[in-house]
């Protein structure tokens, strides 16, 4: 979201929120004044409430919070899962390797050998990334869960109706459309699956 | 007062990394005799059948942290109570520390550490090289 729109959306919400006070504060007016109570102002104030709190239920529903709760978020989550995974397994390849130099290594014997020693110990001693970025992508994961249970209990607040506003819709065009970033391993279509897609479509 | 290499050592730690990072880091410093727990209760478990020269525990980790791991061995009244512990952590607030402290650890790594970093650790805790 820009800082402009972030902005512009801000003032909408204060200026309705004043609105609201203003009606309301109307009304108990009204009420205290009986004089001044009739029947028809009494209907015109509510049917301005009314559309004040239809207006902000639609605008929250644009959000999409209820995507936001479904999608976005375990989305999110699963991608910083995979992050953790693939760092892993990359370390563990890592440290194989270094294991097999420090045999072969020890095989040499002697100064080179010792100096190789030092060099794959500080290898070993750099994969502890893997340790500290899976502890803050951990924590970036519970924050979200965080803001998704929230999200969960606005939804409640609103109704699923109003969560979920209108279709929302790919925008993107061109190559930009088929830009989507690596897929999750569950879904990721393998080497072989492409090699095999490739073939049938060469056949044709 | 020179260190024994021949003691058995365990490290507990969740991430696998950190487990075979610090145990060829061990080896390194001579340290063959290397037992490993992923959690606070699998490690209760091996400190209670077999006896350890050291304890090396990370602090985030379920379900038993590290630093409740060290409040039970310190509260045993086995022979294991007054076992060198060493926690290796990333948590490097000082109310985890002081924390760590009052439940009476003997030294303290905050991650990512070098060799030479646990090598003086151990030294602190176990006597010189």
Known sequence: ?204 | MSVNKNINILIVDDYTTMLRIIKNLLKQLGFNNVDEATDGTAALEKIKAKEYGLVISDWNMEPMTGLELLKQVRASEAAFKNVPFIMVTAESKTENVVAAKQAGVNNYIVKPFNAETLKTKIASVLGEF
């Not at chain 1, 801000?10 to 504060?25: F, H, N, P, Y």
């Not at chain 1, 100096?115 to 893997?130: G, L, P, V, Y």
């Not at chain 1, 606005?154 to 929302?168: C, F, P, R, V």
């Open chain 1, 1 to 204: 979201m820009s800082e402009n729109l972030a902005v512009k959306q801000a003032e909408e919400g204060t200026s309705k929120r004043d609105k609201l006070v203003k009606i309301i504060g109307s009304m108990l007016d009204k009420v205290e004044k009986a004089g001044s109570l009739t029947r028809e102002s009494i209907f015109q104030e509510l049917k301005d409430l009314k559309k004040v709190i239809e207006d902000s239920r639609r605008e929250i529903g644009i959000a999409r919070p209820g995507d936001i709760r479904t999608k976005d978020i375990p989305t999110a989550t699963d991608e910083l899962d995979a992050v953790v995974e693939a760092t892993a397994q990359a370390t563990a390849t890592i440290m194989d390797a270094c294991d097999a130099i420090q045999t072969a290594a020890g095989e040499i014997g002697g100064d080179q050998a010792n100096r190789i020693n030092d060099e794959i110990m500080k290898i070993f001693e750099a994969c502890s990334f893997q340790d500290i970025t899976g502890q803050r992508i951990t924590k970036v994961v519970k924050t979200l869960k965080n803001i998704e249970e929230r999200v969960g209990h606005l939804i409640s607040l609103l109704g699923d109706k109003a969560a979920n506003a209108g279709e929302e819709e790919d925008k993107r065009v061109g190559d930009a459309k088929l830009l989507n970033g690596p897929q999750l391993p569950p879904k990721a279509v393998s080497q072989d699956e492409i090699d095999k897609l490739l073939a049938e479509l060469d056949g044709q």
